[in-house]
């Protein structure tokens, strides 16, 4: 029974990430091991599971109905050991995150050592990723999002304030190129742009003028799919960034930044926790979103 439960628990872990090494450094074993677990399974059940090549591990047709039968079974013995969480003390157990880099840094990155002291037996597994992905398949308890990229059919919770935007660049490039006075001039400037990588096409800015909505597709010769980079490339006079106000507000003091088109930068939905709808809440996340809904009271 132990081998069996080890083989499937390897078998979920290599579909969800489709690499015998990424599997393995979720489980904490090594890739050769998850080989040897994966094939005494397939001895066990007389049928091939997975297709491997030196590039790539998918699933055969048997291992495609096969994982659809067993995720859900799986999910019920994961709740089950969660649910005696609740005869502890204390939440425990480990809490998988999905979130974009800027989401842990506004939401949780400042209070994460006070989270992690308030509950020892809880340890966090956060994947920083800008692309929204299925948190169902990729075996995460909760994700961090903005308000308006949500996954449809979560139970979802603001724990941050909505996002105030802004139009930056840097005084060398105003030097040159001047300012724009209206949305409509973006389109004679350098603008950074950023890449999604959950669709792979360029971020449009969503502007305002009164209850009028702006979107602006703009251009420019630089493009990142990492939103961490655009301010740095507005500071290095690459061109016009669009960005959260927090995060350039500094700068702005600063003078290694200025603002334009105030008039007409919008207030976007805050960031969000959000998670499956399920009966059962495990204790761990809910201890997690009761530490988020205080931290936004504060």
Not at 70 to 89: C, I, K, N, T, Y
């Amino acid at each position: 029974m132990h081998d069996d439960l080890s083989g499937l628990t390897a078998f979920l872990a290599v579909a969800r990430k489709r690499s015998f090494t990424a599997a393995a450094t979720e489980l904490r074993v090594t890739p050769s091991a998850v080989s040897q677990t994966l094939r005494a399974l397939e001895e066990r059940v007389g049928v091939r599971l997975l297709q491997r090549t030196t590039r790539s591990v998918g699933l055969t047709e048997a291992g495609a109905r096969f994982l659809a039968r067993l995720e859900p079974a799986m999910q019920g013995v994961h709740e089950a050991f969660e649910s005696l969480g609740e005869l502890r003390d204390r939440p425990a157990g480990l809490l998988r995150l999905n979130m974009p880099r800027y989401g842990y840094q506004e939401v949780l990155g400042s209070r994460l050592a006070e989270f992690l002291a308030a509950y020892p037996d809880i340890q966090v597994d956060i994947q920083l990723d800008d692309a929204l992905v299925d948190i169902i398949e990729q075996g995460f308890d909760a994700g961090f999002r903005v308000g308006d990229l949500m996954e449809r059919e979560m139970i979802a919770i603001q724990v941050s304030d909505d996002i105030p935007m802004a139009v930056v660049g840097s005084p060398s490039y105003f030097a040159t190129h001047g300012k724009p006075k209206h949305p409509r001039d973006l389109r004679h400037h350098d603008c950074i742009n950023y890449r999604s990588r959950t669709t792979g096409g360029l971020f449009r800015w969503n502007l305002t003028e009164g209850e009028k909505r702006i979107e602006v597709a703009v251009e420019g010769r630089v493009i990142f799919d990492d939103s961490e980079l655009l301010v740095a490339a507005a500071v290095d006079g690459l061109g016009l960034a669009f960005a959260p106000e927090n995060r350039i507000r500094k700068l702005v003091a600063e003078k290694r930044l200025a603002r334009v088109l105030e008039p007409y930068c919008p207030t976007l939905p805050g960031f969000f926790l959000y998670y499956p709808s399920r009966a059962h809440v495990a204790p761990k996340l809910k201890a997690l979103i009761d530490f988020v809904k205080v931290g936004r009271r504060r």
